[in-house]
């Protein structure tokens, strides 16, 4: 391993840039600033742009005409790191470990973008130029939802108009094993808050007189799912085409399926939506999931309290034939009619996004196949589709008009979003091999 791409590697890791949390915010500003004196070190011109939320860093080479133009996204903002007394080391103090290196967003998506960025670099000083117009854009909202991105899609279209998008910030079904990624979950977020008596009280003098929010709302909770682990609000599955068969066939010949997931999950046994295998579960079926939930006394030992409120913070995935707005309009008069009598029910939508689903062989999805070959030699290319979100993909469509080729170097248990996530040297390394060829190979069609 170069020991300067480590370097940059371990340094990219170490600001903390938590998009979510208010405090981090100087942090996640000074790791834009990093990431544009990269950029600007391989060989782009850079301009850092503010937002309403955190910078967005947009990097280019100059643009010949006759040429094609690529856009490479991704993202240098993280998930939050805790829970911190589940890492073995601090998650901002990245450490190597038989050549994995572990921090908070080694894998996601530090890892990935740098890897593109280093890529470049390289190409810049050994053939003084790159083979295609390159547009490299690093956001920090991911991890949100992306929320200010789109409106500067809107505002810069022109300087952003491309002929096609490639991230790296999905899974590979293996180490070694390249994986194209033609479909992404969507996702749409939602907070109950469910409230009862104007303060705390005292259960043994009001408890059977006045209702218990925690009760009523693991109630809501309850009514999300039948007890096949179907989703039971009515009308949640419309629209939905059912899996093709030739998908079915591929993806059980994967290498990797439910004996994988219980060893890389460490769960008791699998559990799901009954008909379905577990990668057709998280590849192509919608879920609705508890993220978050609270409410009442936490500390230790007992407290004799009614809570006056309690809240659950849920997520959906949602899949291609469903709409964000349509299916959560749903759920809201769903968890309203089945609202317990005695509390107040709030409900606050959160970000989302549409699912994405797109063609692996197409011309480009096949010059992006033939790049992963060369960058992971000696297997076939998997090609899948992801149970995650980037929900800006399907916001590249609508505003720039273009398709994002998924090309992700991520491992099963990178545990990514999870304490103790990494990235092993050998994918970072595979990585820039990967974005030479991948240029290379686009350059092809012109
Ligand atoms: N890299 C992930 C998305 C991903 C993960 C795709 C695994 C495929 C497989 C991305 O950074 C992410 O975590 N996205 C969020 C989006 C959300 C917060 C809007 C997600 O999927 O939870
Ligand atoms: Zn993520």
New binding site residues.
């Given amino acids: 391993m170069n020991s300067a791409y480590l370097d940059d590697f371990l340094t990219f890791l170490r600001f903390p840039s938590v998009s979510t949390d208010p405090e981090q915010k100087h942090h996640v500003a000074a790791c834009a600033e990093w990431v544009s004196a990269k950029l600007r070190h391989s060989g782009l011109q850079v301009e850092v742009h503010a937002t309403g939320g955190h910078p967005i860093v947009v990097g280019r080479n100059e643009h010949r005409p006759g040429r094609r133009t690529v856009m490479i996204y991704g993202?240098y903002d993280v998930?939050p790191a805790d829970p911190l007394e589940l890492w073995e080391a601090p998650p901002f103090e990245p450490r190597v470990v038989n050549n994995i290196v572990f921090a908070r967003g080694a894998t996601?998506?530090k890892g990935q973008i740098l890897a593109h960025i280093l890529g470049i670099g390289e190409t810049m000083r050994e053939e003084g130029e790159l083979p295609v117009n390159l547009i490299v854009l690093v956001e920090g909202e991911?991890?949100?939802?992306?929320e200010h991105l789109e409106q500067f899609l809107t505002t810069h279209r022109e300087e952003l108009r491309c002929d096609l998008i490639a991230v790296s910030?999905?899974?590979m079904v293996g180490q070694g094993h390249p994986t194209f990624?033609y479909g992404?979950r969507g996702?749409a977020?939602l907070e109950l808050k469910v409230t009862g008596a104007a303060t705390d009280l005292h259960s043994g003098i009001y408890g059977g007189a006045v209702a218990n929010p925690a009760m009523a709302l693991a109630r809501l909770l309850s009514c999300l799912h039948d007890s096949e682990g179907r989703i039971a609000v009515p009308g949640f599955y419309n629209g939905i085409p059912p899996l093709e068969s030739w998908e079915r066939e591929a993806w059980a010949k994967l290498p990797f399926g439910d004996e994988e997931i219980l060893a890389v999950t460490g769960a008791p046994e699998l559990f799901g939506e009954a008909g379905y295998t577990s990668l057709e579960r998280t590849w192509a079926r919608p879920t609705a999931e508890v993220n978050g939930i609270g409410g009442g006394f936490q500390g230790v030992g007992t407290k004799t309290v009614l809570p006056r409120e309690a809240f659950a913070k849920l997520?959906f995935r949602l899949v291609p034939g469903q709409n964000p707005e349509v299916v959560m309009a749903k759920v809201r008069v769903h968890l309203l009619a089945h609202c317990p009598p005695g509390v107040k029910l709030e409900m606050t939508g959160g970000?989302a996004?549409e699912p994405y689903v797109t063609n692996p062989n197409s011309p480009d999805g096949v010059a992006a196949q033939r790049a992963l070959k060369r960058a992971f030699p000696g297997k076939e290319v998997a090609l899948i589709r992801?149970?995650?979100?980037?929900?800006i993909v399907n916001t590249f469509k609508r505003i720039l008009g273009v398709e994002t080729l998924l090309l992700?170097l991520?491992l099963p248990d990178c545990r990514?979003?999870a304490p103790n996530e990494n990235f092993p040297l050998e994918n970072f390394e595979a990585g820039i091999r990967l974005n030479r060829a991948l240029l290379q190979e686009l350059a092809r069609l012109t």
């Fill in positions: 993202h998930q996601d998506n991911e991890e949100i939802g992306s910030d999905t899974g990624t992404l996702i977020a997520t970000h996004g992801e149970g995650g979100s980037i929900p992700g991520a990514a979003h």
